[in-house]
T-cell receptor
Framework: DAKTTQPNSMESNEEEPVHLPCNHS???????IHWYRQLPSQGPEYVIH???SNVNNRMASLAIAEDRKSSTLILHRATLRDAAVYYC??????????????FGQGTILTVHP | GAGVSQSPSNKVTEKGKDVELRCDPI?????LYWYRQSLGQGLEFLIY????????KSGLPSDRFSAERTGGSVSTLTIQRTQQEDSAVYLC?????????????FGQGTRLTVV
């Protein structure tokens, strides 16, 4: 399975933008890039996903490098509620890993008031 | 309900007993996952069901763990002869398959405590 690398932790101040990086240098052409987050004492929740083009939704934006070897999750204005562990996951669209969601260690985001 | 439902929400069992954990996925979702999360740790993949394909059991930690999915819907995770190291939160998720859609929904988990 293609792997992702994320910083262990990041900090931000409330109402400032946050850029969470993810490296996935071994990504295959059919792998989708997914982001989930896990708030304290809750199950993970979907944030955003993309294949090649940048994506925006009400929660965040996803910027994907042209070579697809890295991506960045952007929270435009961090709130205290955004404090969570953020997971960058590659979701295979083919082969034995088709659709399999495997979590790494993620990035612990701390938001300061 | 509209979400993924897991039961029981909490389970305390004695070492050596068998336990069954249940997951009701969102109706129509063909993919179903089980994970476990020990205190302060990340999510450990256990098993993955995708439609009618053979399940991916590569994450099951020992032969004491098994899971089935009946009729493509409800899933049961069974742990036989529980050990203290099995204590964790067991999370179930379902999705409508295809990585293009790929949005998985998680249940609230079953907190298992083996005493």
């Amino acid at each position: 399975d293609a792997k992702t690398t994320q910083p262990n932790s990041m900090e931000s101040n409330e109402e400032e933008p946050v850029h969470l990086p993810c490296n996935h240098s071994t990504i295959s052409g059919t792998d989708y890039i997914h982001w989930y987050r896990q708030l304290p004492s809750q199950g993970p929740e979907y944030v955003i996903h993309g294949l090649t083009s940048n994506v925006n939704n009400r929660m965040a934006s996803l910027a994907i490098a042209e070579d697809r070897k890295s991506s960045t999750l952007i929270l435009h204005r961090a709130t205290l509620r955004d404090a969570a562990v953020y997971y960058c996951i590659l979701l295979g669209a083919g082969g034995t890993s088709y659709g399999k969601l495997t979590f790494g260690q993620g990035t612990i985001l701390t938001v300061h008031p | 309900g509209a979400g993924v439902s897991q039961s029981p929400s909490n389970k305390v069992t004695e070492k050596g007993k068998d336990v069954e954990l249940r997951c009701d996925p969102i109706s129509g979702h063909t993919a179903l996952y089980w994970y476990r999360q020990s205190l302060g740790q990340g999510l450990e993949f256990l098993i993955y069901f995708q439609g009618n394909s053979a399940p991916d059991k590569s994450g099951l930690p020992s032969d004491r763990f098994s899971a089935e999915r009946t009729g493509g819907s409800v899933s049961t995770l069974t742990i036989q002869r529980t050990q203290q190291e099995d204590s964790a939160v067991y999370l179930c998720a379902s999705s409508s398959t295809t990585p293009r859609q790929g949005k998985a929904f998680f249940g609230q988990g079953t907190r298992l405590t083996v005493v």
